[in-house]
């Protein structure tokens, strides 16, 4: 699961200036940025509206509690594609707005901020109303408000990490609803991937003779019977290549998200809150869950996008899950340069493939050419 933390803030192109404290300089900079936020309207080169454009931050009711939704898209009338963000707790609309804008011209975006997450968060949420079953009930509410708002038969849902747990099973029980489902670093076998993802953080450290973290993840071991011990192991991996590959970091992912407009002081403060409150009560249910044991036969085109060095959720689980699925067609991409956030580390490439892999292939449209399986292992220039 995404398990990192980015602080997010209005566009101001901030850089953090070399040799200075990084929590003073993000204090700073974080309260330099905490007016109203917004979101730009789809404007031509004399700055008119283009019409059937839609740029909008909305509050709606879903669920019975009030949850932050963004509808951007330079045409309403394009196949709506609701983002099913990680975490669990782990709002990523902000980086997608950055590294992936480009989508917006193709499809009509839904950043849903989920229950628990980002300026969905509140302290009155129950957190007994915290279980997957749940989550699937707001996203069903999510996707019927698409379809009845924009006059929509069906949506693309596009998870990623713990959001490829509701998009799984939601295709699974609702294919009337979804012309595709595409996973990002795609969950397969929670506990599996769990033993997968120490065992790499324990490899890698003692190949470093890193004694600090040997000491660290032996001192936890391999069961993980807590968040703590969880976010420990997260941090392990990332520092050893296994959530980043290349030059990616979660510095630069918060200093991306900062030089958006759509975000501020609230957001990181609110990111912090949910993430936090949603990955305790969420621990129990989702460390036994596995999609690959229950979900294998679909009535929806469906795409694995998959980081080569991702360790954080083995890709590994998901390629063996991918084998295993039945479907009108499927499609595994491997972003040869990424590990557990491909839209972040190779953007070029993942919008590329959304746009002339997945949109040709959706679900009752008149391109719609999907038959047979593939595997599409391109390689980024």
């Known amino acids: 699961m995404a398990q990192y933390l980015h602080g997010t803030g209005k566009r101001q192109h901030l850089k953090p200036p070399p040799g200075s404290s990084a ?29 059937g454009s839609i740029a909008t931050m909305e509050t709606v009711t879903i669920g019975d509690i009030p949850q932050s939704i963004w509808f951007r898209g330079v045409n309403t009338a394009n196949p709506a594609l609701i ?19 480009a989508l917006e011209q193709h499809f009509l975006m839904v950043y849903w901020e989920q229950r628990g997450a980002g300026r969905s968060y509140h302290s009155g949420i129950p957190p007994d109303s915290m279980t997957i079953a749940q989550f699937l009930r707001d996203l069903d509410e999510v996707v019927e408000l698409v379809r009845r708002r924009f006059d929509k038969d069906k949506v693309v849902l596009l998870g990623h990490s713990w959001g490829t747990v509701l998009g799984t099973i939601y295709a699974h029980q609702h294919p ?7 996973g990002i670093a795609q969950v397969a076998d929670m506990a ?15 190949k470093r003779g890193h004694r600090r973290a040997i000491a660290a993840l032996q001192a936890i071991g391999p069961s993980l019977d807590s968040v703590a011990e969880r976010l420990t192991l997260g941090k392990w991996v990332e520092r050893f290549g296994g959530a980043f590959h290349g030059n990616l970091s979660t510095g630069k992912l918060i ?18 809150q949910g993430n936090h409150f949603s990955l305790t009560q969420l621990e129990g249910e989702l460390s036994q869950l596995n999609l690959s044991d229950h979900y294998r ?15 954080h959720v083995p890709a590994v689980l998901a390629e063996q899950y991918f084998e295993k699925i039945e479907a009108p067609c499927k499609r595994l991409v491997w972003f040869e340069q990424s590990a557990h956030n491909p839209p972040f580390e190779e953007p070029e490439k993942f919008n590329t493939v959304m746009i002339e892999e997945v949109l040709p292939r959706l679900a009752g449209t008149r391109t719609h050419t999907c038959s047979g399986s593939a595997r599409l292992t391109t390689r980024s220039s």
């Open 192 to 206: 599996e991937g769990a033993r997968l993802s120490y065992e790499f953080a324990l490899s890698e450290a003692t």
């Open 297 to 311: 036969s679909f009535d929806v085109p469906i795409f694995f996008l998959l980081g080569r060095y991702d360790w």
């Open 176 to 182: 009337q609803n979804v012309a595709a489902y595409v």
């Open 83 to 101: 983002l099913l963000h990680g975490g669990p707790g782990a709002s990523e609309a902000a980086l997608f707005r950055h590294y992936n804008a």
């Open 23 to 51: 929590v003073v300089v993000g204090l700073a900079l974080l309260l330099m940025t905490a007016g109203c936020v917004h979101t730009r309207a789809f404007t031509d080169a004399h700055g008119h509206l283009i019409p």
């Open 255 to 272: 200093w991306a998200a900062l030089n958006t407009d759509e975000a501020n002081l609230i957001d990181l403060v609110k990111f912090g």
